[in-house]
């Protein structure tokens, strides 16, 4: 038989109070602020690493080129119709090599009009800087090749060399573009292993048809 259990020492226990209310919650933990500055600070540091790597990626557009283009085939442009009412008929062309770089576009050709053998030549240069300015050597190299005549209307600027019955020379800068042309005549030729004298070409005026075909082929080299 069970027994009710007996008390050590007569000490009575009390029986364990039970609770019936609901203790009260605990007030709500303050938020941590370094947290936000941290995260701040993480989106700040990601925005400017952002920005720093799309700057390095935009490539400088370099300078303004106005329109000018490059061209390979630059005789195909240089129509020359002023020179040619002068010098006679175009008979032969031909071109030298094409350069086309990031930094600078090169083209080159010449036509001979009346005769083969000795007729006049005109020789047509179109030089595009793309990187550097060309404006401030563009006078002094003038000087250098002894082209010290200006002319005025034409591009930013003009000079021209006027040779005398062997031709003559107008270089041009308009912008970012250099454009040189060219009339020469042959003095000689050689025949059977012989040199004799070429009769000449009357060039006088020949300027006036030279700065008109400039300023058409400038505006072709825009197209």
């Known amino acids: ?15 364990p109070e039970v609770l019936t209310e609901t203790p009260p919650p605990r007030p709500p933990r303050a938020g941590r602020p370094w947290l936000w ?22 490539k400088d557009p370099g300078p303004d080129l106005g329109g000018y283009k490059p061209m390979g085939p630059l005789c195909e442009v240089a129509e020359l119709k002023g020179l040619g009412g002068a010098l006679g008929k175009r008979i032969q062309e031909g071109a030298g090599p094409v350069l086309d770089e990031p930094e ?3 083209s080159y050709c010449y036509v001979t009009y009346g ?17 550097i300015d060309p404006g401030p050597e563009f006078e002094t190299r003038a000087r250098q ?7 005025e209307g034409v591009g930013e600027q003009a000079f021209y060399e006027d040779g005398g019955d062997q031709g003559g020379r107008l270089r041009i800068l308009d912008g970012q573009a250099e454009i040189e042309l060219q009339v020469s005549t042959q003095t ?5 292993g012989k040199l004799i004298e070429v ?13 008109q075909d400039a300023l058409a082929l400038m505006k072709a080299l825009k197209r």
Do not use: N
């Not at 090749?145 to 002319?151: F, R, S, T």
């Open 1 to 15: 038989m069970i027994s009710e259990p007996e008390l050590v020492g007569g000490v009575e226990f009390d029986e």
């Open 37 to 58: 500055a941290l995260g701040g600070a993480v989106l700040a540091s990601a925005l400017w690493g952002g920005g720093l790597y799309a700057y390095g990626q935009q």
């Open 104 to 106: 600078i576009s090169e």
């Open 115 to 131: 005769q083969v053998d000795t007729g006049p030549t005109v020789s047509v240069t179109y030089t595009l800087h793309k990187a």
């Open 145 to 151: 090749l002894g082209i010290l005549q200006k002319v």
């Open 188 to 192: 000689t030729m050689e025949v059977d």
């Open 199 to 211: 009769p000449p070409v009357d060039l006088s005026g020949i300027d006036v048809p030279l700065t």
